[in-house]
């Protein structure tokens, strides 16, 4: 490589970036452009060749550089990340003679070669280097129709090509390891703000998300009776509640404390009756007024006689509002949440008292309706009004005026198609 011959190099270069395009034809335009690209190509494995001559004779570290890299950047003021690929490059085609070929022939651009050359170092140290030369080669010859991009996923991908036995131990053995981390650093947390909010935070393994996954996306989609447009994440909130909520009824989960897994609300009757009494839930959260009485409409209700400083001077027995025959003939009336177009079945459903129990409305079918977790909220937040229609006994709805100016009654057909 003469001075000559680089400045002979230096001076078409600088034709070439003072020449006149315009008079150019479309089809020598597209040339000229082709050309010079494969002309870069080929001075890259130039410079190459060069960075890896410097490289060995140990002169970056002999001007005090401490690295190729570092040295690359301040001599020819680039970053160092354009640096390093680079210096790392250099390395690679010194090691890979079939990809330097390529390279300086104009068969693949460098980041073709980055590519191929991180795909070539990644295969397993094992591997027969007849294996490996059969990759490179693929990879070389795939640099001619895919881009970067495309070529580094055929790049993962190359192991499979040459030697699928070995791919496919390889893949079950990190899948393994994958499952292994995932299933050791698995957590859930719920963590009071102190503000109202409790943050869920946590990781699962791919099995266990894919449950949560199957519970959680038939309550995920939009209501067309929504009063507000819910965000997805706030539709995946509602259906985590849900999900627990219907847990809590059934009679598969263990005991907690000798007890059923339940919500402990703690809340002054003679405040209850009022509708203004604050509830202390057992985890120290606090819920308003409309949440307790929520709650208290299909609740265990347990008489509590207190001292002056809150200790526990007497405890009556367990009452339950709606259960037993209550709640089959319950069931077996609405079939389902009552509320006009929700197909929500028994199960997912609370007891509602159409007359709160607080205000002194009794616990009879009569006064009762089923309804899920979602439109009891909507209910108790007072706008809607049911009754039992004379004709037939069942729930009907008013709806508030904004709703409907008319307000006309509305019933759900979905459960009932008699």
Not at 32 to 46: E, K, M, V
Not at 77 to 85: E, G, L, M
Not at 236 to 265: F, I, K, S, Y
Not at 373 to 391: D, M, Q, S
């Amino acid at each position: 490589m003469s001075r000559e011959a680089l400045e002979q190099l230096r001076e078409v270069a600088s034709k070439c970036a003072t020449a006149s395009v315009w008079t150019l034809g479309d089809d020598e335009l597209v040339d000229s452009l082709d050309t010079i690209h494969q002309a870069l190509q080929t001075l890259t494995a130039a410079q190459l060749h060069l960075i890896r001559e410097i490289d060995g004779r140990g002169l970056p570290i002999a001007q005090h550089a401490s690295s190729m890299a570092v040295w690359l950047r301040e001599r020819h003021r680039i970053s160092i990340h354009a640096a390093k690929r680079l210096a790392d490059l250099a390395k690679a085609v010194d090691e890979r003679p079939a990809l330097d070929t390529a390279l300086v022939a104009g068969a693949v651009n460098a980041e073709q070669a980055t590519v191929i050359a991180t795909a070539v170092r990644d295969l397993p140290a094992d591997l027969g280097p007849d294996l490996v030369d059969e990759a490179e080669a693929v990879l070389i010859g795939q640099a001619e129709q895919f881009e970067p991009t495309i070529l580094r996923k055929a790049g993962q991908r190359i192991l499979a090509h040459v030697a699928p036995e070995i791919a496919d131990a390889r893949d079950a053995a990190a899948l393994q390891r994958q499952e292994a981390r995932a299933w050791q650093t698995r957590a859930f947390q719920l963590t009071r703000l102190g503000d109202g909010r409790v943050r869920v935070t946590g990781w699962l393994d791919e099995a266990g998300a894919a449950s949560v996954n199957a519970a959680l996306d038939p309550l995920c989609a939009p209501r067309h009776d929504d009063d507000e447009p819910r965000t997805p994440g706030q539709r995946r909130a509602d259906a985590l509640v849900e999900v627990c909520d219907l847990a809590t009824r059934t009679e598969r989960l263990p005991d907690n404390g000798g007890q059923r897994p339940h919500v402990m609300v703690t809340v002054p009757f003679e405040l209850l009756e009022q509708q203004f009494g604050v509830g202390v839930l057992d985890t120290g959260g606090r819920l308003s007024p409309t949440q307790v009485r929520q709650l208290a409409c299909d609740a265990q209700l347990i008489p509590a006689l207190l001292g002056g400083d809150g200790q526990v001077l007497d405890l009556g027995r367990t009452r339950r509002l709606i259960s037993g025959s209550l709640r089959r003939a319950l069931e077996l009336r609405d079939r389902g949440c009552a509320f006009p177009g929700c197909d929500r079945p028994p199960r997912w459903c609370d007891g509602h008292h159409i007359q709160s129990w607080a205000d002194g409305g009794p616990t009879s079918l009569d006064n009762s309706v089923l309804l899920c977790g979602y439109h009891h909220r909507i209910i108790h937040r007072g706008h809607w009004t049911i009754r039992l229609r004379v004709e037939d006994g069942r729930p009907e709805f008013i709806p508030p005026a904004y709703v409907d100016p008319r307000q006309r009654p509305r019933r759900n057909p979905y459960h009932h198609q008699t």
